[in-house]
C-alpha cells in the first residue's frame, strides 16, 4: 500500500485522532481509561507495560529496550540485537510462518532513492516514537504513561539509546535526541506526564 495522498487525512479536534478518506479512525493517543489501566498494572507489577499493544512493532522495541532495562542508557547495537533476538521468537510467527523480524527486514521501502538499510530503518522507528506533534504523534501513548525514548550521540559519535520510564504525572515529557545533525523546532517539544486528549 503506498503513500497516501494529500488531503487524505482530515484532522479532528486537537489533531491527534485522524480520520481517513475510508472513513477509518486513528487514534494516536489513550483514552482516560487507558491511561489508568496501564498505570495501575505497571504498578502492581513494577514492569513497564507498552501502550500500544501486544504483537505491535513499537511494543517488541520497548520491550527490547525494558529487558536491558529502563531509565539507562544503553547502545544502539545492543538494543538492536535484542530487538532481533526477540523479534525472531516463534510466538511473532504470522500466517505465511514469518517471524516479525523476517517481516520487519524484508519490508520494501516506499521510497527507493530515500531507502534505509535495517539498522536505519530501526533507528527511524525509535525517532517516530519521538513524535509529539504532526498527523502522527506516535510518542503521545508514551508520554501519557509517563514515558519516551531518549537517543543520543556521544563524544565519539556512538549513538545510544534509553528509554524514559516513571516520569511523574504532570512533570514535562521532552524526548531528547542529539543525534540530528541539524535541530528542527518543533510545534510541541514536550507535553505533561500523563496528559489527557479530548476528541
Known sequence: MGRKPAGFYVEVSNGNSLISADNKKRNHHLTNDEIVSLRAKMQETGKFISPYGKNRLYTFILDSLSSLGENQIH?????????????????TKDENEQTLWERFSAKQPRNLSSARDVAGKFKQNLEVMQRLSGQHPYGLKLAQVGACIDIYMDSESQ??????????????????????????????????SGVSVSV
Open 159 to 192: 549513538l545510544k539509546v534509553c528509554l524514559r520510564t516513571n516520569i511523574p504525572h504532570g512533570d514535562p515529557v521532552k524526548p531528547i535526541n542529539t543525534s540530528r545533525k541539524r535541530q528542527h523546532k518543533k510545534a510541541i517539544e514536550e507535553v505533561s
Open 75 to 91: 547502545h544502539i547495537n545492543a538494543v538492536f540485537n535484542k530487538f532481533v533476538e526477540i523479534a525472531s521468537h516463534e510466538s
